[in-house]
């Protein structure tokens, strides 16, 4: 892109393509534990959920950091991306729509994964 990575924002978006990017990356098979994931907005297991599901694909990309990014910063929460279930190795943080309250999502212990074992 020609700048410096001090000028860009990582950004995820799984309503649509992300505007605004020169590449992107279509990411698929991201596990996801301590909530449930509808593409749309976070939503609390049930007694019968699996404690580990899969979530829709999601675009992902570097912006200008004064660029629009898909969601409000309030209707998203920052989640860590770890290597696998055991939590060990952090990759990044992705924004996840949440529809707000991101302390409930903190307190489930919500993570994503990039493989489950």
């Not at 020609?2 to 991201?30: E, Y």
């Not at 694909?57 to 998203?76: D, H, K, L, T, V």
Request: hydrophobic letters at 35%; proline letters at 9%; one cysteine or more.
């Amino acid at each position: 892109m020609s700048c410096s990575m001090d000028s860009l924002k990582f950004v995820a978006s799984w309503k649509s393509r992300i505007t605004g990017a020169q590449q992107q990356v279509k990411i698929g098979g991201l596990q996801l534990e301590g909530c449930s994931f509808d593409g749309n907005r976070l939503s609390e297991n049930q007694h019968d959920s699996p404690s580990v599901s899969a979530v829709p694909p999601c675009y992902m990309a570097w912006i200008p950091q004064n660029a629009s990014g898909p969601y409000s910063p309030e209707e998203c929460i920052p989640l860590p991306v770890y290597t696998s279930a055991e939590r060990v190795c952090v990759v990044t943080n992705i924004d996840v729509p949440c529809g707000g309250n991101p302390d409930q999502w903190i307190q489930c212990g919500a993570a994503l994964f990039l493989k489950q074992q």
